[in-house]
């Protein structure tokens, strides 16, 4: 099985799971959900609400982490074996254009199309039109992770309530059609970052795709192309000097010359060699190997001092983000003072009142109470038992008033700490401990 065969197999099953992944549920919560509509975060069947998105940030890190490592082990393996923009030119270039529609050879990316010829313009009409309604599926695939599926389809079915979800598909879809169509690698080329970064990461561990010049030769020269004729090879240059690894590329370039920013690491061009140098009973001229390995003849590891801290890195972002996941609270808990600061009863007592927020998380009715962990001064003047259905959210009031008298500052009222806890009367371990404030008017206010 060639490169090529391994590249579509990974294609097929990237673009599989993708379409997919937002219908996988666990225990009704999904794989991967980031819901703007409902404030919440899903991840492998876990749910977190907009304020529990601490391991928001871990995550991040682990993805950036990720594509460092990614790179500085495998080269640019990720825009040639995964990436989205690959896929597209792929399915549009590969399977539209060339196996489809016939308007191309897929041996010759290079060769443009000859519209001249009316039969090749109906041809591509039609290519654009498979393409256009490619792009609504991928689009409205995207949003699927972030409305979920039992909501999207049901929004789809009222377009003028829900007029920035179809902003978004036609967007996305609009900027498909632009890039796949009309930009095509030149977005690899000149928009993307990652190709930039690539340049800084790679060292002669790196594996990449090379050209084995040890066996076929020094083609250029400073830059320069120097050999144009077979003829001109001294016995042991291998290479036929054919230019098939030229003709194939989908970004344009002769992989000949060295590492070059446009290379995506499709290693199509080792397949095109491997077809010409089996006719001579060898092995392609071109590999998918570090420089120390192929030039160089050396043994490298992947495992090098940098590598390790990469994947220590790794480790480490998983630890926090699972540790922090762990702890995630069964219910939500958010205190907002009102308008008024206190209240002054006719007996001098202080009491404070708050609005508080409750938020059931869990799969399961909580009945929530409260109490002061800070009771030695405080009692609870008015608090009403909160039944919490699943996911359900209410909306409460809490009074708070002081024991006795004190004696504090004359000149501006004082904010005093203290803890209140609310927890589950059938489960006491359920609960969250807030602090708050509780404002003290000063001493003048309450002769």
């Known amino acids: 099985m060639n490169y090529s065969e391994k590249r579509y197999i990974s294609y097929g099953v990237i673009t599989i799971f993708t379409l997919l992944l937002p219908f996988i549920t666990i225990n009704g919560n999904h794989i991967l959900l980031l819901s703007f509509d409902k404030l919440q975060f899903h991840f492998i069947g876990f749910v977190f609400n907009m304020n529990e998105l601490y391991i928001m940030p871990f995550l991040l890190m682990f993805l950036f982490i990720g594509i460092f490592a990614l790179t500085a082990m495998f080269g640019r393996v990720w825009c040639g074996w995964a ?23 897929i041996k010759n990316k290079q060769k443009d199309i000859d519209y001249s010829k009316n039969n090749n313009k109906i041809k591509k009409y039609i290519g654009v039109f498979l393409w256009i309604i490619l792009s609504f599926v991928a689009a409205s ?12 389809f049901i929004y789809i079915q009222n377009p003028s309530e829900h007029l920035i979800l179809f902003m978004f598909v036609i967007s996305i879809a609009l900027f498909l059609i632009f890039d796949i169509i009309f930009m095509k690698e030149d977005f690899c080329t000149f928009a993307c970052p990652y190709s930039r970064i690539q340049s800084v990461l790679y060292d002669d561990d790196t594996k990449q795709v090379l050209y084995n ?3 076929g030769g020094n083609i250029y020269n400073n830059g320069q192309k120097s050999i144009f004729d ?8 291998e290479c036929t000097t054919c230019e098939a690894c030229v003709k194939i590329c989908p970004t344009h370039i002769d992989i000949r010359k ?7 690491n499709c290693l199509e061009c080792s397949d095109a060699c491997s077809k010409v140098m089996a006719k001579l009973g060898k092995a392609s001229l071109i590999e998918w190997g570090s420089t120390n390995a192929v030039i160089k003849k050396r043994i490298n590891t992947i495992f090098s001092k940098r590598n390790i801290a990469y994947l220590a890195s790794l480790v480490f972002c998983i630890v926090l983000a699972g540790y922090f996941a762990s702890g995630k609270e069964e219910f939500l808990v958010n205190i907002n003072k009102t308008t008024k600061l206190y209240n002054i009863e006719d007996n001098g007592l202080v009491s404070n009142n708050y609005l508080i ?4 998380t869990s799969r399961k009715t909580l009945n929530l109470g409260v109490e002061l962990i800070d009771n030695d ?9 909160v039944n919490l259905n699943p996911k359900q959210r209410v909306k409460t009031v809490l009074i708070i008033k002081v024991k006795e008298k004190l004696l504090l500052s004359n000149k501006k009222d004082t904010p005093l700490k203290t803890k209140i806890k609310f927890y589950d ?6 609960n969250v401990i807030k602090e708050s404030s509780f404002i003290y008017p000063r001493n003048d206010l309450l002769k």
């Open 83 to 105: 990436c989205p923009q690959t896929i597209f030119r792929v399915i549009y270039r590969d399977l539209i254009e060339s196996w489809l529609l016939g308007l191309r050879r």
């Open 141 to 152: 695939n995207f949003m699927l992770y972030f409305v979920p599926p039992e909501d999207f």
């Open 213 to 215: 010049t040890n066996r």
């Open 230 to 237: 077979v003829k001109q090879w001294n016995s042991n240059e």
């Open 258 to 264: 060295g590492l070059q920013v446009e290379c995506i």
């Open 357 to 360: 927020t409750l938020h059931n």
């Open 377 to 385: 001064k405080y009692e609870v003047k008015r608090f009403r038992e």
């Open 425 to 430: 009367k059938n489960n006491p371990k359920i």
